[in-house]
Every structure is written in C-alpha cells, then in structure tokens.
Nanobody, 118 residues
Framework: VQLQASGGGLVQAGDSLRLSCAASGRTFTNHVMGWFRQAPGKEREFVADITWNLGSTNYADSVKGRFTISRDKANNTVDLQMNTLEPEDTARYYC????????????WGQGTLVTVSS
C-alpha cells in the first residue's frame, strides 16, 4: 500500500487548507482511512477517519466542526478539509489506513507539514 499526502503549507490563523491523500496498492473495501497529526515535541494523535464502504466518519474533539474528512472511491483519495485553522493545528499530518478489524493503522503515508501562524 502506498499513501501519498499533499496539500500542506503555511497559513494564517483563521485560514483554510485542504489535504489530500492518494491511496494505491490494494482495494480498500472494508478498510478505514484516517488522518493523524504530530506536533513538535508531542505524540502522534488521531484527527479523523472515514470508512471506505459507507463513508461513516469520526473526529477528534479538537477538530469537530472545523475539519471534514471525505473519500473519493473513483480516484482512491481521502481529503481533509480544514477550516478556521488555529496555531494549535500546526503539525505534520499523516494519512493512514487500517483494516476494519484492526485497532491501529496498518499502513502510513509520509506526512505533510501544516504550519498555522498567529
């Protein structure tokens, strides 16, 4: 499985940014696609995920109402629309995939850096 994340950059607080993850290497039926992030000096944390089959979503409390995860089955992509960004959102964002029955991701992408200035 290959996961290629893109879309990171430097923005100001209050701005929006859209991350995209191109997934390849297998069919993703019965998988869950997710985004995680790791800020400097902190542990990696869950941001959001979406089931490939039905598109059911979950979000971390810190991003609820600001971030939206979506998937495009035709193009095998998973996007993260981030609105009203805050300096606390500064992190490297990773896309990840897990089998539906797995508790942790089975595959990780290389990450894309998001920096939010105040």
């Amino acid at each position: 499985v290959q996961l290629q994340a893109s879309g990171g950059g430097l923005v100001q607080a209050g701005d929006s940014l859209r991350l995209s993850c191109a997934a390849s290497g297998r069919t993703f039926t019965n998988h869950v696609m997710g985004w995680f992030r790791q800020a400097p000096g902190k542990e990696r944390e869950f941001v959001a995920d979406i089931t490939w089959n039905l598109g059911s979503t979950n979000y971390a409390d810190s991003v609820k109402g600001r971030f939206t995860i979506s998937r495009d089955k035709a193009n095998n992509t998973v996007d993260l629309q981030m609105n009203t960004l805050e300096p606390e959102d500064t992190a490297r964002y990773y896309c990840a995939v897990r089998r539906s029955m797995s508790r942790q991701p089975n595959w990780w992408g290389q990450g894309t850096l998001v920096t939010v200035s105040s």
